[in-house]
């Protein structure tokens, strides 16, 4: 310390530790003072002092409005000195009923709305109190709460109101402090009256008993909350996330006929406005398809939003959509975060329930004592008066000789032993109380004030009769102002969106090139045509590739990719690239991290994997072998290991079966092989597998069939012939056989290409080496022994060959033969392929196209052209990275 020339002290002061503690002084004022709601009364000051302020002007709910500004006026001159913008925004919120689940203030004007819109200024609209809020304040001139002086000391204010209503918990509180913000979610009034009551007669309730009664938040918009894992760590430790969906229903326009997307209702705290512009964005952008026309035709009724969609629109993957991109679907982030004896604590449902419990307590309690002195100050008068009337006549005389009140009250005080409160209330008797009415009333209120003052000392003296006094409250609360939820709890739905919710489940065509081109295009692409048409390109080639695989798929299987090596592979159907009808498609190197030298030879459509469906398996040389699906739901980045191959063996095709399929393996040279699936064991992953079938010399295996509901057998051979044979020709023998003729192979008609079982209303696709490809009905196709050429299916160019034919089911409702390549019209859990919905929307594809299946054109000559550009992709020879040996590093299905 040092002193100047002015003779002033100097105080020397450590520069951070006066930041310190200013930062710190400020930063508790921000906590209690503005931005944190007490636990009792659930209010922050602002409110407080706004309630406080229209009390002093009478405005009651049964009482005329008065203008906004005199409230702001009078809040800001007696109680908050921080200007009328910030109390009126305070004020204006507690009259918002999409904002307070119970709104404290009733508001005439424009009080903002949904969408954002500012409200009208204070000297336009007009304000009263809420019937509820008058329970808020009840008993507040009781001596209920303590007083301090308000900012300048001109008058006093109360610390908390005394508050009959769990007003934190019914209307929830958001705030942002320094270092700390509260998220209080609002409830149901009937909950909470019931949980706080229930904690009255069972002290030691269990949390699943609390969480029984209070389901969840009940916010005032309504909406959705889905899972409850969120609510349980809200209300258990006070912090929690929940899920928040708007509520939507899908209706059909009477004049259109088109489906809409009717939302009645949206999360909390979501701008409408905003919201829809956000839609209309995505639509613009081309983010979301299907989307036609968004109107708002929210009325003074209620909120109502249409969003009306194109025909061929996939109504449920719009929803999805629009829950996953905008704001019909949010998070809130509950922070349970309040003041308690004016320190910020995180609070469970129970303490917050508890202490509320305990304000009561506290209140009644006060306001029992007021009320049993009012009381005895009132008996002790009535005594006084009493006594006078019962010496009347000596009291007047008495009264009369007297020389002034002050001689007249001492003389009563020393004649009839008074005190000298009872002095002077028989001195101010009117004359009118000596009537014997009025003696008679007299008598009555002080035999009432005798029973009073018994029944208040009871209460002071028994705890239980306190929380009689909450419980009845509670009721009375309850039935005055309680109402059904609006907020619905969804349990056992998932609250992230997986890829497959926002992408159309379609089929689709995937085609795999020898090269290693892959794409998919809609089945709806390809038309139908007669046994014979000539079929136009299906994909563009280069002069030495050629289509080797087609399948059809949904966009929500799972592909298991297996090479010629024996490896597994793992992709989605709708990850693979979407292309034109003459695109050659992307190269797989681009999607799987395949080695060089492997070629896809098969690939096998999945929805799920488990334990009771299996992958079979078949190679060249005739190997058969069977493994459990769940053993392949863990690939590796570069595969994994399906089948152990003999040297100079190869994979040639596998399917998923049900462990009871019966399986058909067929030899290049025209003969197969049926056995039932049984007498093939299952086995490990990486296993060698048993024979299947035994080959003659020269032969080999071309393909596999698993048969379950099939009616025929249909073979197509390389020049284009073919013939249906009735499956009860093919008879059942054990494997390793040498099998049985199923097509008398000559020069005209080729070597065996491909089997099928198939069934009359089936359809099938053909395709050469040259890229042509031919839809045609298994009816149009003959039925003919086994010991025959066939005919022909057709024509192909010189040079060309057939080298693929995929099956396709147009029939709803029909189940598909266990692990078949075809069009997956919801595959039946029981065919080896577990959880697809049959009722799920999404088959048809384009505009017009039938619920029970892809709309086919039949008839002489219809062409198919599935068309589009090349996509550019690098040819599958080059280097493509991520092309290596697999790691060790598994990755789990999801």
């Known amino acids: ?395 007047i005389a008495l009264i009369k000789k007297s020389a002034d009140r002050e001689d007249a009250r001492k003389g009563l005080m020393e004649r009839f032993s008074l005190s000298e409160i009872q002095a002077n209330a028989i001195l101010e008797m009117r004359l009118q109380r000596l009537t014997g009415l009025e003696r008679d009333k007299l008598e009555q209120e002080y035999l009432e004030l005798i029973k009073l003052i018994a029944r208040l000392k009871e209460i002071l003296e028994n705890p239980r009769l306190v929380d009689n006094l909450i419980v009845e409250e509670l009721e009375d609360l309850k039935e005055r102002f309680g109402d059904e939820r609006r907020t619905e709890i969804a349990t056992g739905e998932t609250q992230q969106f997986e890829v497959e919710d926002l992408i159309a489940e379609e089929d689709m065509v995937v085609t795999i090139s020898h090269a290693g081109y892959v794409k998919r295009l809609p089945v709806a692409t390809y038309r139908s045509q007669r046994r014979g048409g000539r079929g136009v390109a299906g994909t563009a080639r280069r002069d030495e590739d050629f289509i080797e695989h087609l399948f059809v798929a949904s966009t929500h299987n799972y592909l298991l990719v297996l090479t010629n090596l024996g490896r597994c592979h793992w992709l989605k159907v709708h990850e693979i690239p979407l292309a034109g009808r003459t695109a050659k498609g992307k190269a797989i190197v681009n999607l799987i991290n395949k080695r060089r030298e492997e070629r896809v030879t098969a690939v096998v459509p999945v929805r799920s994997f488990d334990e009771r469906h299996f992958l079979v398996m078949a190679t060249r040389n005739g190997t058969i072998k069977k493994t459990s699906l769940s053993a392949y739901s863990n690939p590796r980045r570069g595969g994994i290991a399906a089948i152990t191959l003999d040297e100079g063996d190869e994979l040639i095709g596998a399917v998923v079966t049900d462990g009871t399929a019966e399986i058909v393996l067929a030899k290049r040279q025209g003969k197969a092989i049926r056995f039932n699936e049984r007498v093939v064991r299952p086995m490990g992953r990486t296993a060698h597998g048993v024979i299947g079938v035994t080959l003659e010399e020269d032969d080999s295996v071309v393909e596999m069939v698993a048969l379950k509901e099939a009616r025929a057998i249909l073979v197509v051979t390389e020049n284009g012939y073919g013939k249906r044979s009735r499956l009860e020709d093919y008879r059942v023998t054990g494997r390793g056989g040498k099998g049985v003729i199923t097509v008398r192979n000559t020069k005209r008609n080729g070597p065996t290409v491909s089997v099928k079982g198939v069934r009359e209303d089936d359809e099938v696709m053909i395709i050469t080496k040259n890229g042509l490809v031919i839809r045609t009905q298994v009816k149009g196709i003959s039925m003919m022994g086994r010991d025959t050429q066939g005919v022909k299916l057709i024509n192909l160019a010189p040079g060309d060959k057939v080298v693929s034919v995929g099956r396709v089911i147009t029939s709803a409702g029909e189940k598909e033969e266990v692990g078949e390549q075809v069009v997956g019209e919801k595959l039946d859990a029981g065919e080896g392929h577990e959880g697809l919905d049959p009722g799920a929307p999404g088959l048809g594809a384009g505009e017009g196209a039938d619920a029970e299946g892809p709309e086919i054109e039949s008839g002489s000559g219809r062409e198919i052209l599935p068309g589009g550009e090349k996509t550019g992709e690098r040819d599958p020879g080059e280097e493509a990275s991520g092309e290596h040996e697999p790691d060790d590093e598994e990755e789990k299905l999801h």
Do not use: W
């Open 1 to 395: 310390m040092e002193t100047g020339d002015t003779g002033k002290k100097v105080l020397e002061i450590d520069i951070e530790r006066e930041m310190r503690h200013s930062y710190i002084d400020y930063s508790m004022s921000v906590i209690v003072s503005r931005a944190l709601p007490d636990i009792r009364d659930g209010l922050k000051p602002v409110q407080r002092r706004i309630l406080v302020a229209m009390k002093d002007l009478n405005l009651t709910h049964d009482k005329p409005f008065r203008k906004s500004a005199k409230i702001t006026g009078d809040t800001n001159g007696n109680y908050h000195p921080h200007g009328t913008p910030a109390i009126y925004e305070a004020m204006v919120r507690m009259g918002q009923e999409f904002s307070l689940r119970y709104p404290i203030i009733n508001g005439q004007g424009n009080f903002g709305s949904v969408d954002g819109d500012a409200p009208a200024a204070e000297r336009y609209t007009e304000a009263r109190l809420m019937e509820l809020a008058e329970e808020v304040l009840a008993d507040l001139d009781k001596d209920t709460v303590d007083f301090v002086a308000n900012y300048d000391e001109t008058r006093k204010e109360p610390t908390v109101l005394p508050s009959k209503v769990p007003n934190l918990l019914i209307n929830g509180a958001t705030g942002i402090a320094v270092g700390m913000a509260t998220n209080i979610p609002p409830h149901n009034l009937g909950e909470i009256a019931e949980a706080l009551t229930g904690l009255i007669e069972e002290p030691d309730m269990p949390d699943e008993g609390l969480l029984r009664i209070v389901r969840g938040p009940d916010f005032p918009t309504g909406g959705v909350i889905y899972g409850r894992d969120g609510i349980r760590s809200c209300y258990l430790r006070g912090r929690g996330h929940m899920t928040l969906r708007a509520r939507a229903t899908i209706e059909t326009d009477a004049k259109t006929d088109r489906e809409c997307i009717v939302i009645t209702e949206i999360p909390f705290q979501v701008n409408k406005a905003a919201m829809l512009e956000k839609m209309a964005s995505l639509v613009r952008d081309g983010k979301i398809q299907g989307i036609y026309d968004i109107r708002d035709e929210s009325d003074r009724e209620g909120l109502r939003v249409v969003v009306e969609l194109k025909r061929d629109a996939q109504t449920r993957v719009v929803l999805n959509q629009l829950y996953k991109h905008t704001q019909m679907q949010t998070t809130f982030g509950a922070n349970m975060l309040a003041l308690v004896d004016n320190q910020p604590r995180t609070l469970s449902l129970r303490s917050m329930l508890l202490l509320f419990l305990d304000h009561r307590r506290e209140v009644i309690t006060r306001r029992t004592r007021f009320e049993l002195a009012e009381a005895e100050k009132r008996a002790h008068i009535v005594e006084g008066l009493r006594i006078a009337l019962g010496h009347i006549d000596e009291v």
